[in-house]
T-cell receptor, first 112, second 115 residues
Framework: QQQVKQSPQSLIVQKGGIPIINCAYE??????FPWYQQFPGKGPALLIA?????SEKKEGRFTISFNKSAKQFSLHIMDSQPGDSATYFC???????????FGKGTRLSVIA | SAVISQKPSRDICQRGTSLTIQCQVD?????MFWYRQQPGQSLTLIAT?????????ESGFVIDKFPISRPNLTFSTLTVSNLSPEDSSIYLC????????????FGEGSWLTVV
């Protein structure tokens, strides 16, 4: 049973566009929702994270939108650049010493 | 944030042998986890490394195949035993539980190819 469903699997956008990656979760006990960015040959790097008590969080060009009632959250990348081309993973976890559960990932390509 | 050092970063091993991967963190952490990432796939949790006690394994992963040690709050090892080509993956150490709360960090991974 996949606890975090991520879509789309891949995404191609023009430079300057706004790619949107969506995730849905099932476990209402989840209370921490991070996004990771992974470049080829590298480990995942934390990009931005949100708690369910807020509906939106912005850090630089990256924004998370969170809809608690729908159990969905999404990542928006403003003014996307070719350097943003990477694989993006959403994840979720409970509070306490619990591990992250990951979505299947979205491979983003930003073309000039 | 934490600085996580994983060794080896890359290795090619013969089938039937074993590989031990080390994870060293620059500060004491509450949580240490080991993940596997098969080529082009997402991250799958292998186990939670518990300090001073046996690791907690996820469904599909067993101690005989993936023995884990965690002798203290800054170090853990994962051994992948009796290697087969299907074990070719990236193995990632993940830590968290600092005063920063929920943040979970990853090492750069250990790339294993079994021939």
């Amino acid at each position: 049973q996949q606890q975090v469903k991520q879509s789309p699997q891949s995404l191609i956008v023009q430079k300057g566009g706004i790619p949107i990656i969506n995730c849905a979760y099932e476990n209402t006990a989840f209370d921490y929702f991070p996004w990771y960015q992974q470049f080829p040959g590298k480990g995942p790097a934390l990009l931005i994270a949100i708690r369910p008590d807020v509906s939106e969080k912005k850090e630089g060009r990256f924004t998370i939108s969170f809809n608690k009632s729908a159990k969905q959250f999404s990542l928006h990348i403003m003014d996307s650049q070719p350097g943003d081309s990477a694989t993006y993973f959403c994840a979720a976890r409970n509070s306490g010493n619990t591990p992250l559960v990951f979505g299947k990932g979205t491979r983003l390509s930003v073309i000039a | 944030s934490a600085v996580i050092s994983q060794k080896p970063s890359r290795d090619i091993c013969q089938r039937g042998t074993s590989l031990t991967i080390q994870c060293q963190v620059d500060s004491q952490v509450t949580m240490m986890f080991w993940y596997r990432q098969q080529p082009g796939q997402s991250l799958t949790l292998i186990a939670t490394a518990n300090q001073g006690s046996e690791a907690t394994y996820e469904s599909g992963f067993v101690i005989d195949k993936f023995p884990i040690s965690r002798p203290n709050l800054t170090f853990s090892t994962l051994t992948v035993s009796n290697l087969s080509p299907e074990d070719s993956s990236i193995y990632l150490c993940s830590v968290g539980g600092f005063s920063s709360g929920n943040t979970i960090y990853f090492g750069e991974g250990s790339w294993l190819t079994v021939v």
